[in-house]
């Protein structure tokens, strides 16, 4: 026994604990451009079927057209306005095309006004979507083709918006970290041009629906 009636605390060793460091590996270079290109090819497809029930319904109600409601009036989209809309978005995706060959050869800058000036016309492609349904003359309770009109057009310019709000962050990125950083690289520009071009065909089947048939 301690000849001390009672036992202090301070003669028993504190230790201080710590928490521990955590290290995260950046995944290597390898990886990070498969998922990109994995993530790029799961938004087409996933795009895709954004898009197919607009062309059933457009197959099935112009097959019916009860009541002759499908069309009545024989309406139809303005046709200027679709095909600035669908040069719009063609153009935009072909100055990605060309921003990253420049970048293959090692034109960052050039590179990166070639984005920027690729941004500007997809925003102008939504803007002039926006400004034709001031001009259409016809609502969404206008019969099935005005319905189906007004639906596909607007989903399509929502589609635009997301590609332009991805193709924003690699512009941002270029001009902040250079072309060749995460985010803003080659990897990057193939994986939104390869959706760019697919929106652009899109745009085709979506402007012979609905101003040429």
């Not at 230790?15 to 790029?40: H, K, M, S, Y």
């Not at 259409?136 to 099935?144: A, H, K, N, Q, V």
């Amino acid at each position: 026994m301690s000849d001390t009636p009672f036992e202090t605390m301070s003669d028993t060793p504190i230790v201080a604990a710590t928490d521990p460091i955590v290290v995260i590996e950046p995944e290597p270079l390898a990886v990070q451009e498969r998922n990109v290109w994995t993530g790029a090819r799961l938004l087409v497809s996933s795009t895709v079927f954004l898009f197919v029930p607009f062309v059933f319904g457009y197959l099935y109600l112009a097959s019916l057209n009860t009541a002759n409601l499908w069309r009545p009036g024989h309406l139809t989209g303005p046709l200027g306005w679709g095909i600035a809309v669908m040069l719009a978005v063609v153009v935009s995706a072909g100055l990605v095309a060309w921003a990253r060959s420049d970048l293959s050869h090692g034109k960052d800058a050039s590179a990166r006004w070639l984005s920027l000036l690729a941004l500007l016309v997809g925003i102008a492609a939504v803007v002039l979507q926006a400004a034709e349904y001031s001009q259409l003359g016809f609502g969404p309770s206008d019969g099935g083709y005005a319905s189906v009109f007004v639906g596909w057009t607007g989903l399509f310019a929502v589609v635009v918006v997301g590609a332009m709000v991805w193709l924003e962050v690699i512009v941002a990125s270029a001009f902040r970290n250079g072309s060749r950083a995460p985010g803003s690289g080659p990897t990057d520009l193939d994986a939104l041009g390869f959706y760019l071009v697919f929106l652009a065909g899109l745009g085709a089947v979506t402007f012979a629906f609905l101003y040429l048939v």
